[in-house]
């Protein structure tokens, strides 16, 4: 069933926190699909939406290797809408390269870049990616200390070359402080914090609620932020959107059924729609429900930026009825943010 929302008013301004999570699949026809993404990330400005986030992996069901590169071409068609990386993870690119990539796509968008990065998914998501970049995966947390080093020094503008320094080209501006790490980890989590960086929060973790375990995350990061910036954080979640749960479940249902290649969850292939909606944290029904199911969450009440998802295909108009009623009717009735998450 698809929801009625077009007597609704197009927001003109960007709502502070309100995010858009993009993950785009490798559905064999990635110029169409890219385009597509061009053409959701247009929508999401115009309905408001503050920043536009797009996951990257490599060899999986998503289908962007470069967050960088497609977010470069979302910046020449769009003017206010911040662009997020969600996340880039840094074992298997070259630090330095990478930096100058981001900063070329910060001077691209007039300073809109959010850089996320992190480690990789672990529990066996980026497995064939080490494999296929000939690295070893027991070697994560080490290479990814050692590569988020010498990204930093390059954000930071200076890099040793032999018996010189030489600076990024273009200058990375201020993209160090928008720096952002993704973790489940609470060492790391704690880490994030001392270096004064922003916190990405995935929306599933390996076991238990994930509302319950992130709000230990973000104790971590609260506990030992420190620098002059303020803490930020960015927690991302699947909402489904309708005029009540039982169509959100038709719905899902359907989709489930024409396409359940595209339904794959951390248990494997799920038996049915409501086994996908418990399994991927999906917070579904009308936008009460959905508010009532956020509001239950304790990490999603603590954090500074939402990142919404909606599971069904960016061409189908019930996904672009699920963004305008996020806009319209779920975000605006949600905590207000000051960017000051709560202790």
Do not use: C
Not at 70 to 80: D, E, I, K, N, V
Not at 251 to 275: C, F, H, W
Not at 314 to 328: T, V
């Amino acid at each position: 069933m698809t929801v009625d929302v077009t007597s609704n008013p197009v927001t003109s301004h960007p709502q502070r926190g309100l995010s858009l999570f993009l993950t785009i699949p490798a559905d064999g026809e990635p110029a169409r699909t890219y385009n597509q993404s061009l053409e959701v990330i247009r929508l999401a400005e115009e309905l408001g939406y503050e920043t536009a986030w797009a996951a990257e992996a490599h060899f999986t069901l998503i289908g962007l290797p470069s967050a960088l590169t497609f977010l470069a071409a979302a910046s020449q068609t769009t003017t206010t809408i911040r662009l997020g990386t969600a996340v880039v993870p840094l074992t298997f690119d070259n630090p330095i390269r990478l930096a100058e990539t981001a900063a070329l796509v910060d001077a691209l968008s007039g300073e809109r870049l959010e850089f996320g990065v992190g480690k990789g998914n672990g529990g066996g998501f980026s497995t064939v990616a080490f494999e296929a970049f000939n690295l070893s995966e027991d070697d994560r947390e080490s290479l990814y200390a050692h590569a988020l080093d010498d990204l930093r020094r390059a954000l930071a503008g200076t890099i040793a070359a032999g018996d010189k320094e030489v600076k990024l080209y273009p200058p990375p501006a201020g993209l160090l402080p928008r720096l952002w790490q993704a973790t489940g980890n609470p060492r790391t989590a704690a880490e994030i914090g001392r270096a004064g960086d922003r916190l990405l929060l995935h929306r599933l973790v390996p076991s238990g609620d994930a509302g319950q375990v992130q709000a230990g995350l973000i104790n971590d990061y609260l506990d030992a932020h420190a620098g002059e910036r303020s803490p930020r954080i960015g927690i991302s979640r699947v909402l489904l959107p309708a005029a009540s749960k039982r169509d959100a479940i038709a719905l899902l249902d359907s989709e489930l059924r024409r396409n359940p290649g595209q339904y794959v969850t951390p248990g494997g292939p799920p038996a049915t729609a409501e086994e996908f909606l418990t399994r991927s944290n999906v917070k579904y029904g009308n936008p009460d429900d959905i508010i009532e199911q956020l509001l239950q969450d304790a990490a999603f009440t603590r954090s500074t930026d939402y990142l919404f998802s909606v599971p069904l295909p960016q061409s189908s108009p019930q996904f672009r009825d699920g963004l305008r009623l996020i806009a319209q009717e779920i975000f605006p009735r949600l905590p207000a943010h000051d960017r000051a998450p709560t202790a």
